[in-house]
């Protein structure tokens, strides 16, 4: 039986899915692949490596840090050493709340009609897609992390070139 998404009514972002699609959409526990849980396992030892090293490097940080810059990797805008520390706390966030979006596959948005036979196949993309996106975002703001420690500790004066084009795909 197909399970289709019922509009309520319009608005300017969207049409409004009716609370009963989500209710009746079948609720399927996914079993990690051994693929994901060695991700798993990556993600949260670059997150728990990138906590360390803010926490390490921390005594040696001037007072002031580079926190914005520009296209060719100058430091553009420079603020207080607590700044560091905001990278890794919104890794450390987003990180968790993807970890609780992962295990609620039945709110995900489908691009096509759940059913009871294709809702296991469509749960597993979308549970490895969560724990793949944890990965880049975790591993993205560790390599900005480093970076900025770097130029803040004088090892370099800007971004290199080859961080722009990594961070935009």
Not at 38 to 47: D, G, H, N, Q, Y
Not at 130 to 146: D, E, N, P, Y
Request: proline content about 8%; some cysteine.
């Amino acid at each position: 039986a197909t399970i289709r998404k019922l509009a309520v009514n319009a608005t300017p972002f969207g049409e409004c899915i009716n609370k009963d699609v989500y209710e009746t959409r079948p609720r399927i526990k996914i079993p990690p692949t051994r693929l994901q849980q060695a991700i798993e396992v990556l993600t949260v030892s670059v997150l728990l490596a990138m906590l360390y090293y803010v926490w390490q490097a921390w005594p040696i940080i001037p007072e002031r840090i580079p926190q914005k810059f520009d296209l060719s990797g100058q430091p553009t805008r420079w603020g207080g050493r607590g700044g560091l520390w905001l990278l890794p706390c919104l890794a450390l966030g987003l990180y968790a709340l993807l970890s609780v979006l992962q295990r609620m596959p039945h709110l995900y948005n489908y691009p096509v009609d759940l059913s009871v036979e294709n809702a296991p196949r469509l749960y597993a993309i979308g549970v490895s897609l969560m724990i793949w996106m944890k990965l880049q975002v975790v591993a993205l703001f560790a390599l900005l992390s480093w970076r900025q420690i770097e130029v803040a500790l004088g090892g370099t004066s800007a971004f290199d070139a080859w961080i722009l084009p990594t961070l935009l795909t």
